[in-house]
């Protein structure tokens, strides 16, 4: 079920810029680290601390575990991945890391929950 980020104004944003999620809970190789896009319109998709996507374009606001993924290695099959590989993703991301810092994740992290 999509809200839209008035809902969430306590939510720090971030540009999702990360490794393949689902390549990397598949054990292969997730690529370089790139800006993820919305399917839907091409929007560029934010990550919040509320462990939400955001669309700048459409400004869809959905919890992470309702996405899934398609890198340039496998642009039209969107695949699932799990959270501990979500977060894995996220954690080596260097705008999240350098950034947004320790605190930030730790939200994150919470809001995130396991599945």
């Not at 689902?22 to 929007?43: I, N, R, V």
């Not at 990550?47 to 459409?58: K, L």
């Not at 705008?95 to 994150?108: H, K, L, Y």
Request: proline fraction near 4%; include cysteine.
């Amino acid at each position: 079920m999509s809200q839209y980020d008035t809902q969430v104004p306590e939510a720090e944003w971030f540009s999702l810029v990360m490794r393949c999620p689902a390549c990397l809970s598949e054990q292969k190789e997730p690529g370089p680290a790139a800006q993820w896009f919305h399917a839907s319109d091409d929007g560029f998709v934010q990550v919040g601390s509320s462990a939400q996507y955001r669309c700048t374009s459409c400004r869809c606001v959905e919890h992470v575990k309702s996405w899934r993924y398609a890198c340039e290695a496998h642009q039209t099959d969107f695949r699932p991945t799990s959270s501990a590989h979500l977060a894995n993703a996220l954690s080596t991301a260097g705008q999240i890391t350098s950034v947004a810092g320790r605190q930030w994740m730790q939200r994150f992290l919470e809001n995130l929950g396991e599945w």
